[in-house]
């Protein structure tokens, strides 16, 4: 490993209160380190004119596992697109849907370092291992589903935080995950009768337990076994008008709850804008943006965008019946997978159309968030690929700090007009400073997934750092031109410590580890033996059969949680 | 005892076969004869001659640098560790990757790319399905365990024994399978389609627009079906290569993904193609995450193109497109068709198997191997796609695919 001294750059690191100001970093050994011990340097970094910061993490983006590459599959359309020719780096292909190796070169020219696959059935974690293994460039992780296993019903209807504890620490374990993902809780399983559920409180189909339960009790648990990362939920009524209140009913069984030990949040909603529309019927349907930042600003909450991008793109998650409205409403082709006794899942394509009414208060709506909440709570995504391709973060980054840029996109692009109705986005003056972009990229990422070394340039912490060639003190919201230029070419992306984007281009493929909880001392195992085997009476694998040893996985790395 | 071992032969793979030295349980007939020993390539050859593996690898790795386009074609049959290097090394020596579903379950692949396909896993069959259809499709010859572990006397938690479960078999003649049946409907060869199309028509509510018979079904069997169909608390199809590879293909089965997607809109149904080699499904997800696409993909630009017809290998062998041929746990002299084999004669041929087979005898460079989940692990997808890992249970002097692959990609790079 090698030394690199990064001189002169203008630094911005919200962790340490460090906002634009010219510094010296140095690397060795693929940490950051002190001056005095980095010793000689074997390359010099001039930096100057320069912004240095962490490495970019995304909190939530389908990158691998059975979902995206049954959509490669169903759409060769996409895929076809070359990105990258075989040479020294592999080809790399697809326009949204990306191969394995386009996805770790495009996180990499953009100057991110770490990224999270936040959905797989436990029972297909060995697939969803061996594609994040293929995924060059960046540290990874994965959640695991439970909100729709029905081991999570009957503990949740039990209301027994003991064994949910037992539970999710063994289903971790046997997915090498790294935290609890929930989609649409009961609704997935009620989908297996060809129903859905529509509030927190309703029964789930021939179980004891509601919603509000396995919600509560997912998250208690999560809690108590000091899980780096907190639930991470897609609430149920995704995607359709009145969704907003299920989420606000959402977040305020987290705030009945509270926080966590650690004083951080205890729930993390995802793509909140895929749930925060208003109204009764698609004509009538807003924005409820407003409301609910406010909300998420005084609760034990954290959010990410989930920003749509106007044009083409596949939809995919676990919430089978929402996948099965899309596909009547598009008539558009439908994959649906059902699985076991877990949860199930769906994939539909589809196009963001700045002039329809619908998909123009959802590009509001997502814009809304990421103005109007904390940027200590919320983080930008665009839920890949359901809101469109992560290599549009520059662009959602410039609309977030630049209103002349957002006015431009919607005088040209023709977004409907109905937004001036529906949303508060056009009379929004916020304009969030490049400190704040940091944060909602770097260190507010890092702080809801528990990864200390992340998001930071502080001594001690990983060597992953982006280096934009522009002078962050210096771009004006009203040359977004100039900002947008800056934030899509990065300079420099350095991981582990060693320099693997230069200019743009990918200047050494490198791999990354995998991340991967375990919890197994902080719960008593034994008493979820019984469970566990009466289940598996109906699964189609053994017991012995379930899960993914570390040997499998190329570079795995314990986060063991002591009692 | 060793437990939980995976079968590795066809798209079941059970994982329930234990083994106490060389006696194993659980296992159907051909699990048996997978497992039994058999004829070995002894060593390897090249133009028929003994050599040393170092020797057979660098002839190999010569042959595929040299070629202008060569073909790798196999790959259902061995482990998903071995498929990947597979891909990478097509990708190296600007050839075309191809594998066994391009002479089997591409229709489905193509009639997903139009309609996409509603599917489950397996355990559907066992824990749910009230009824259950096998269509130009015959488990108790091809999958013998899958009526009593999945789909027929499985015990579920919601349907729990035979008697809870409807059996419809559909086929062209009277089938093993089809004495498991409640119910058997004989349809003409070829008529699929037809009678999917009027399944479609009835339970769409519009019985008026089809005629008295359609593929040697009454209008009132075809009633009595669509009901059956239309009753299920939750359906399940399963459709085999009589539906792949009678008239129509691809159309067929687009037609039965439709009709499953009108009968999600009355019930819940799900559809599985019946998947032959065990890791089939390995050997066309594999290829999308590195490449793009499941099946007939040429690197020959750089980049990966996509064209069942032109890239699949019965199709660029018969043009003569390949220059070379790189056969991994296959037998393609065994099972295409005449004028591609002769072409393939034409031409230098790589074989990496642990058996002799036909193409042994048109091979010019042979590397034996271990038999994967015998005598090499690694992973594999069974026809649902549900990831297993397969183990070894007898220690072999044979290396594995995924070391002879890794040292001839190593070669044509380097």
């Known amino acids: 490993m090698s030394v690199i001294y990064i001189k002169g750059g203008i630094v911005v690191d919200p962790t340490q209160g460090i906002d634009g100001e010219i510094m010296d970093i140095f690397v060795k050994d693929g940490k950051i380190v002190e001056e005095s011990g980095a010793g000689k340097a074997d390359t010099v970094i001039d930096a100057k004119g320069m912004t240095v910061v962490a490495g970019g993490i995304d909190i939530h983006a389908h990158i691998a596992g059975p979902k995206i590459n049954a959509g490669r599959a169903m759409r060769p359309e996409d895929m076809k697109y070359a990105r990258n020719k075989s040479g020294p780096l592999r080809c790399a292909m697809g326009r949204v849907l990306m191969t394995c190796p386009a996805i770790g070169y495009e996180y990499a020219r953009m100057g991110y370092t770490t990224a999270i696959e936040p959905a797989t059935p436990a029972l297909y974690a060995i697939h969803t291992h061996e594609e994040l293994d293929s995924i060059p460039m960046v540290d990874k992780a994965v959640l695991p589903l439970f909100g729709n296993w029905h081991l999570t019903f009957k503990f949740a209807a039990e209301g027994d935080i003991e064994k949910m504890k037992a539970f999710i620490a063994w289903a971790i374990e046997r997915s090498k995950g790294f935290g609890v993902k929930v989609v649409n809780p009961g609704g997935v399983e009620a989908w297996k009768y060809g129903r859905n559920v529509h509030s927190l409180d309703e029964r789930i189909p021939g179980f004891e337990a509601t919603p509000a339960e396995v919600l509560s009790t997912l998250i208690k648990a999560s809690i108590e076994l000091n899980l780096p990362h907190k639930v991470h939920v897609h609430c149920n009524n995704l995607g359709v008008p009145g969704s907003a209140e299920t989420t606000a009913e959402t977040i305020k069984l987290a705030e009945k709850i509270g926080a966590s030990k650690d004083g951080r949040e205890s729930l993390h909603i995802t793509h909140i804008q895929f749930n925060a529309y208003t109204g009764e019927k698609w004509r009538d349907m807003g924005s409820g943006a407003e409301e609910l930042s406010k909300l998420v600003n005084r609760t034990p909450v954290t959010v990410d965008m989930g920003q749509p991008i106007f044009g083409h793109t596949t939809t995919m998650t676990a919430d089978g019946p929402f996948e099965f409205a899309l596909h009547k409403l598009f008539k558009s082709k439908w994959i649906n997978k059902d699985v076991e006794i877990e949860t199930g899942g769906g994939i539909v394509p589809i196009t963001y159309r700045a002039k329809s009414p619908v998909n123009a208060v959802q590009w509001a709506t997502g814009l809304e968030f990421g103005l109007l909440v904390d940027a200590d709570k919320v983080v930008i995504s665009t839920d890949y690929p359901n809101g469109g391709p992560f290599v549009e973060y520059p662009y959602i980054m410039t609309l977030l700090m630049s209103r002349k840029f957002r006015e431009k996109e919607i005088e040209e692009k023709g977004v409907n007009s109905y937004i001036e109705k529906a949303t508060s986005l056009p009379s929004l003056d916020v304009e969030r400073t490049f400190y704040e972009i940091v944060k909602m990229t770097r260190s507010t990422p890092a702080k809801i997934l528990g990864l200390e070394n992340k998001g930071t340039l502080k001594v001690g912490a990983d060597a992953d750092i982006t280096i934009y060639p522009f002078d962050c003190r210096n771009v004006s919201p009203e040359d977004y031109e100039v900002l947008l230029k800056g934030l899509r070419s990065v300079a420099y992306t350095i991981k582990d410590g060693e320099i693997v984007v230069k200019d743009g281009e990918i200047a050494k493929e490198v791999w990354g580890r995998t991340f991967w909880v375990n919890a197994v001392k902080g719960a008593t195992q034994e008493i979820i033996e019984e469970d566990l085997n009466e289940v598996f009476r109906y699964y189609t694998v053994s017991r012995g059969n379930y899960g993914v040893r570390e040997e499998w996985i190329r570079r795995p790395e314990t986060i063991a949680i002591e009692e | ?414």
Request: hydrophobic share 40%.
């Open chain 2, 1 to 414: 005892m060793i437990r939980d071992i995976v079968c590795t032969f066809c798209g079941n793979a059970c994982d329930d076969i234990e083994f106490e030295g060389d006696y194993g349980r659980n296992l159907c007939p051909i699990g048996e004869a997978k497992f039994a020993k058999k004829e070995r390539i002894k060593a390897p050859m090249v133009d028929g001659k003994e050599v040393s593996y170092e020797e057979a690898i660098e002839r190999a790795a010569e042959i595929l640098k040299e070629a202008k386009r060569p073909l790798l074609f196999g790959w259902s049959s061995t482990v998903n560790e071995a498929i990947r290097l597979g891909v990478l090394l097509a990708e190296k020596v600007g050839g075309i990757y191809d594998q066994c579903s391009s002479v089997c379950h591409a229709p489905t692949t193509l009639a997903m790319i139009e309609e996409g396909i509603v599917g489950g896993t397996l355990g559907q069959a066992k824990n749910r399905a009230d009824v259950v259809v096998f269509w130009g499709c015959n488990p108790v010859e091809a999958h013998p365990r899958h009526p009593t572990r999945y789909s027929v006397m499985a015990k579920g938690f919601l349907t729990r024994s035979r008697a809870e479960r409807r059996v419809v078999v559909v086929d062209v003649r009277k089938t093993p399978t089809a004495y498991l049946a409640t119910d058997f409907y004989m349809v003409e060869p070829g008529s699929d389609f037809m009678v999917f199309t009027a399944l479609r028509s009835i339970v769409n509510g519009h019985e008026e627009a089809v005629p008295e018979e359609v593929g040697g079904l009454t209008k009132n069997e075809l009633k009595s079906l669509a009901e059956i169909l239309l009753k299920a608390r939750y359906g399940l199809i399963f459709f085999g290569l009589g539906v792949t590879h009678s008239r129509g293909h691809e159309r067929n089965v687009e037609a039965v993904i439709k009709l499953v997607q009108d009968l999600n809109r009355k019930t819940r149904f799900i559809l599985q193609p019946m998947r032959g080699h065990f890791n089939v499904v390995g050997s066309g997800e594999v290829a999308a995450w590195e490449a793009g696409f499941e099946y007939a993909i040429d690197f020959s630009r750089g980049y990966a193109r996509f064209s069942p017809g032109e890239f699949t290998a019965v199709e660029a062998l018969i043009r003569g497109d390949c220059d070379a041929a790189m056969i991994v746990a296959s037998d393609p002299a065994a099972h295409f068709p005449k004028k591609a084999v002769e072409s393939l004669k034409e031409i230098p041929v790589i074989q990496i198997d642990p058996h002799p087979n036909l193409t042994t005898k048109l091979a010019d460079v042979v590397i034996p191997t271990a038999i994967v989940g015998i005598e090499a692990e690694g992973t594999i997808y069974r026809m649902d796609g549900v990831p297993l890992r397969v183990k070894k249970i007898r220690e072999s002097d044979y290396p594995s695919d995924v070391e002879i692959l890794e040292k001839i990609l190593e070669k044509v790079i380097s």
